[in-house]
């Protein structure tokens, strides 16, 4: 498992540099962290479970677009809470929170020149609606929406599609490629 975590370091940390680019951020710190138990912001940094993250990916993606797409989108909605301050707002309603996070990794996940797709359908078999989450339905129509205007924003400013991002894609997919190959090799 060392060496895909390995892997996945090298894949997470190059696709967070991205997202705070495609966010018009600077992204904040981000950590490998056993403490929470799946992605989380504190205010302060980014914290990513390094199992979880290698257990998501082998367990849903068995190709490196997916692995890619979910990186993508899972780092871009962990970097809205961070930019939005979500963690630093007591009494803040989480469900709401959590939308507008969902709904700016659509826009990411556009911007990356990467599918929305499977991003949600790791959100949907993962299923985390309940006190502090939206129902799943209600997270993949935002992700959809996120995608979709900025499909719209950069069709209307610029009569075309994203382009520059795909050989971004392209390198980050044979980054992931290697990842899920070696995590589903450590499984078996």
Not at 69 to 86: I, K, M, P, Q, R
Not at 95 to 107: C, F, I, M, S, V
Request: include cysteine.
């Amino acid at each position: 498992m060392s060496q895909s975590i390995a892997m996945l370091d090298q894949l997470v940390g190059r696709v967070h540099g991205e997202v705070g680019k495609l966010m018009g951020v600077q992204p904040p710190p981000l950590a490998w962290s056993t403490e929470v138990p799946n992605a989380a912001s504190n205010g302060l940094a980014v914290f990513v479970n390094p199992y979880w993250l290698a257990n998501t990916l082998a367990r849903f993606c068995s190709d490196h677009s997916c692995a890619v797409a979910v990186v993508f989108g899972v780092l871009a909605h962990e970097n809205s809470h961070h930019v939005h301050g979500d963690a630093l707002c007591a009494g803040c309603q989480r469900q709401t929170q959590e939308l507008r996070a969902d709904y700016e990794a659509g826009k990411v996940l556009y911007r990356a020149g990467v599918s929305a797709e499977h991003f949600k359908y790791v959100i949907a078999e993962l299923n985390l609606a309940g006190r502090d989450y939206p129902s799943t339905e209600a997270r993949i129509r935002t992700i959809q929406r996120g995608y979709n205007d900025a499909s719209r924003a950069v069709h209307a400013s610029t009569g075309g599609g994203g382009g520059w991002a795909i050989g971004l894609a392209a390198l980050l997919t044979f980054i992931a490629t290697a990842a899920v190959a070696s995590s589903k090799k450590k499984r078996r």
